[in-house]
């Protein structure tokens, strides 16, 4: 078995990434579903939450209200750093629970959105960045996504670089083009990722 960090900028690729992996036998941690499911209704997380922030981060229906609770947290890093501290290490137990389940020889891919910002890459056998110019950013997140550009610049800006991220890569997928290139780089990868779960 190995264990495989998966990240890349806001726009760049990272879950069409994943989902070729997936295609190929990888089997997918997604941190960002994970973070969700540790704080859904009648879970201790979300018990934590609510003790911490008040009831006021709940929505009408019991659920954690995520863009009130965002709204609350953005601006003030120490209120950011108590919510990291009660959601990450729920995650990280999650993910290693899913990981063992993998069982040997599996290919687990662990898609984390802020592994650089975190300097979570010494958790993993080797890490893959899926890496797209800001440009080819900007255009998706404006395009697909519908953000304002203001909104797109501020979110990249808030990330780590480019060349932070570049700066931890094993392998790099580099998604300026179509998602068959994407596809057909992953394709390419994969056998390498086969050797290193083989090896253990």
Not at 87 to 103: F, I, M, N, S, W
Not at 161 to 186: C, K, M, P
Request: charged content about 25%; hydrophobic content about 50%; aromatic content about 2%.
């Amino acid at each position: 078995m190995v264990a495989v960090g998966l990240t890349g900028g806001i726009g760049a690729g990272k879950s069409a990434a994943a989902r070729c992996l997936a295609r190929r036998g990888a089997v997918v941690v997604d941190s960002d579903v994970l973070a969700r499911e540790v704080v859904a209704p009648g879970t201790p997380g979300l018990a934590a939450v609510v003790a911490e922030f008040g009831p006021r981060v709940l929505g009408a229906d019991g659920a954690l209200d995520r863009p009130g609770l965002a709204r609350l947290v953005f601006a003030e890093p120490e209120r950011r750093r108590k919510l990291n501290d009660i959601v990450h290490p729920l995650v990280a137990r999650r993910a290693a629970e899913l990981q063992t389940a993998a069982g040997p020889g599996a290919v687990v891919v662990h898609d984390v959105p802020l592994l650089a910002e975190e300097r979570l890459a010494h958790r993993y056998r080797a890490v893959i960045v899926v890496d797209a110019s800001d440009e080819t950013r900007l255009a998706r997140l404006t395009g697909a996504r519908g953000m304002s550009e203001a909104d797109a610049r501020s979110r990249m800006a808030a990330q780590a670089s480019r060349a932070e991220r570049l700066a931890i890569a094993d392998f790099v997928l580099d998604n300026n083009g179509t998602l068959d290139e994407l596809d057909a780089q992953t394709g390419e990868l994969w056998p390498r990722l086969v050797a290193l779960a083989e090896r253990g």
